[in-house]
């Protein structure tokens, strides 16, 4: 089978075109050589000004992949048993998990399973509630290092985290995308309740915006502050963050084109918010699936009390509790 050789700033994309011409050699490996990357193919692409190499790349070995730790325990767990196993989640290269107490004599099964999917873990912690103000979650390391800190990777930013000191939602990625693709070059955003910065810093990263956010957890401050030096090169937009209490430093505060909350769970912050957005809102709120209508309709009757027209829509983000959601109110101020 030949090769092709390419600078390798292009690698990726070459590869992403022959994978879809079908003439990628997924079965061998590409090899660095150079300044240029030797990519496997099946045949000649053809493609003009691309060197093609009487070569045979190295075989992939074949191995067993474990795609999820369900596969990985299903040979040692019972069926009942695996019905308890709980989604965890990888921050960095920490890996957090819940263990529901029918699993309590597994958990070393679910430890073996978790590097078996995922070889890169330096630590495994069990996780319990989150609690305070900060909503900082309770951690024990069970395996590996000493520690809960560690740069997670995501949307194209890097993210410290310390889990014992901060709150931090990997799940939240896909929202953070979303909201990123929605804001506009030249916006000005506000962001209350900014934790270590991941909403700044994934809009920040792809658009030219200037985004001011608010933080009362000093850790979670200080390290939002390290990750806008961690991220520096990669931002297009401007984060100006400020330590403080959201109830007091708002009210001293311009309005914003935008206005994105991830409300504590428990606080109420919806007047405070709507009354610094110019016009939209993202309002995260946890809420019973019985009291969606009621919900939409506190937004409303505030947008209508301070004299504004209002389009609200609302979005479940995720499953929080049976019954519960935590949503995104999506709001449209006109006029
Ligand atoms: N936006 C971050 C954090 C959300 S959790 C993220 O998605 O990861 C809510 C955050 O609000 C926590 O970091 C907590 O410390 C902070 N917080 C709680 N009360 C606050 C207040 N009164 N003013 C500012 N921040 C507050």
Redesign the pocket.
């Known amino acids: 089978m030949p090769a092709v050789r390419v600078p390798k700033e292009r690698a990726e994309s070459l590869k992403e075109r022959l994978k879809k011409l079908g003439l990628y050699d997924g079965k061998r490996r590409p090899r660095r050589d150079g300044d240029s990357v030797l990519l496997p193919v099946i045949e000649d692409p053809g493609i003009e000004g691309l060197e093609v190499l009487p070569i045979d790349l190295p075989l992939r070995p074949e191995r067993q992949i474990y795609v999820t730790l369900e596969d990985v325990l299903r040979e040692k767990l019972s069926e009942e048993e695996l019905r308890h196993l709980m989604r965890y989640d990888v921050i960095g290269d920490i890996a957090v998990v819940r263990i529901a107490p029918e699993l309590e004599h597994r958990v070393e099964d679910i430890i073996g399973g978790l590097r078996k999917v995922h070889p890169f873990l330096k630590v495994i912690a069990r996780k319990g509630f989150h609690s305070g103000?900060?909503?900082?979650g309770e951690y024990s390391v069970i395996w590996g290092e000493n520690r809960l800190e560690t740069v997670h990777r995501e949307n194209g930013v890097e993210i410290k985290v310390d889990l014992g000191r901060?709150?931090?939602?990997p799940r939240?990625k896909g929202e953070?995308y979303r909201l990123a693709r929605l804001v506009r070059d030249g916006e000005k955003i506000l962001?209350?309740?900014?934790?270590?910065?991941?909403?700044a810093l994934v809009i920040a990263r792809r658009k030219r915006v200037k985004i001011t956010a608010?933080?009362?957890?000093e850790e979670?401050y200080r390290l939002g502050l390290e990750n806008l030096e961690l991220n520096r090169k990669r931002l297009r937009g401007e984060v100006e963050f400020i330590h403080?209490?959201?109830?007091?430093?708002l009210p001293e505060l311009p309005t914003y084109d935008r206005v994105i909350s991830?409300?504590?769970r428990g606080?109420d912050?919806l007047s405070l918010t709507l009354s610094k957005a110019g016009r939209f809102l993202h309002y995260y709120d946890f809420v019973h699936e019985a009291k969606m209508g009621e919900f939409r309709g506190r937004i409303i009757e505030h947008c209508r009390k301070t004299g504004r027209d209002c389009d609200v829509r609302i979005k479940k983000v995720s499953d929080f509790k049976p019954h519960t959601f935590k949503v995104c109110a999506d709001v449209h101020i006109k006029g």
């Open positions: 103000p900060f909503r900082v901060v709150f931090f939602n939240m953070r962001i209350p309740f900014a934790g270590v910065l991941p909403y608010v933080e009362l957890n979670a403080g209490d959201a109830f007091r430093i991830p409300t504590p606080v912050a």
